[in-house]
């Protein structure tokens, strides 16, 4: 009896030691190098602190960032799975969805709206979208993102773009923030850091509408504006690289949303601005986040839908499907 009992805790130990290296062989990870694109503005911002620690995320596995200065710059090597990772405004990453089959997906929503109506302190009255009736509003972003947010606000809240306000066109974000604090306009939709810069550098400027506060009246959810997209090939061979990437990204954004002499000091080192001090008052006026693919969806969703009413292709031609790969991914 006692001989059957020693042999069955023998099988027992050896069974254990078998899966338990089944289970660690797993969760290998594979020594890499992860190329990881990001911009230079509210959506890099988050991941500053990853950008300037050169440690290795697990072993034998590096990260190379690339920095930005516009989406247009990395689009291409996202779409040819020269980028495992890469942070985009959300409707580009359902352009790159559509453009590739859904060989990229939605890996997290990283930035909120960034989009702020700004004016001069001498007019009055102005608290709401519908306030603006009347205006003169210097935009930039014409066929763009900024010009269909601007007219699904007026709309939703009873304007005519074309009737009820004048949009004066700029060609540069620089060139309007200029404008408004010379005085050349009045008033002046800007994302950040603009709407902060001009705002400092004019002391009779004013925030009028913070437009997240103003979508959120309108459509009862988020505007989720920037996001980081996932090579989906990548994702399904590197599962658990993937998961410790995304928790050490959440950890990154929460150190740059919660610590303001930190959080500008990682902003100025990784590039994405150039002045501390700036970066102190832009930062927390970035809308800085982290919300997985699958719960961001709905609010997501919502957004793209209204770039889409006014251009399909500013999403790619197609909405992604809720039930869609792209937003599969979960943390």
Request: net charge negative.
């Amino acid at each position: 009896m006692k001989k059957r009992f020693a042999v069955l805790i023998a099988m027992i130990l050896t069974l254990s030691t078998i899966f338990a290296g089944c289970g660690a062989q797993e969760a290998k990870i594979e020594p890499q190098t992860v190329k990881i694109a990001t911009l230079a503005g509210p959506t890099g911002m988050g991941m500053a602190p990853m950008m300037n620690d050169d440690k290795e995320i697990a072993e034998g596995v590096k990260l190379d960032f690339t920095l930005a200065t516009s989406p247009d710059k990395v689009v291409g090597d996202v779409i040819n799975g020269t980028y495992q990772i890469a942070g985009l405004p959300t409707n580009t990453a359902a352009v790159v969805y559509n453009k590739t089959g859904g060989k990229v997906v939605l890996g997290a929503v990283n930035t909120l709206g960034t989009l702020s109506i700004v004016g001069d302190k001498s007019v009055e009255g102005i608290t709401s979208i519908a306030d603006l009736k009347g205006n003169t509003i210097g935009v930039v972003g014409q066929g763009a993102v900024p010009e269909y947010v601007l007219r699904a606000l007026l709309e939703k809240n009873g304007l005519n773009p074309d009737t009820d306000v004048t949009l004066k066109w700029y060609a540069e974000h620089a060139e309007a923030a200029a404008a408004l604090v010379s005085g050349e306009v009045q008033i002046a939709m800007l994302p950040q850091p603009y709407a902060t810069s001009a705002l400092t550098q004019n002391q009779n400027l004013v925030q009028l509408i913070d437009l997240n506060t103003a979508w959120e009246e309108a459509y009862g959810c988020q505007m989720e504006m920037g996001c980081v997209v996932v090579n989906k090939e990548w994702a399904d061979t590197n599962p658990e690289l993937l998961k410790k990437f995304m928790d050490e990204y959440k950890v990154s954004v929460d150190e740059i949303k919660t610590d303001d002499d930190q959080a500008a000091q990682q902003v100025v080192q990784a590039g994405i601005l150039q002045n501390e001090d700036m970066a102190k008052k832009v930062i927390p006026n970035c809308a800085l986040t982290f919300i997985s693919a699958q719960d961001a969806k709905e609010d997501l969703n919502t957004f793209l839908q209204a770039l889409y009413n006014f251009n399909p292709e500013s999403v790619g031609g197609t909405l992604p499907a809720l039930d869609s790969d792209f937003y599969s991914l979960s943390w």
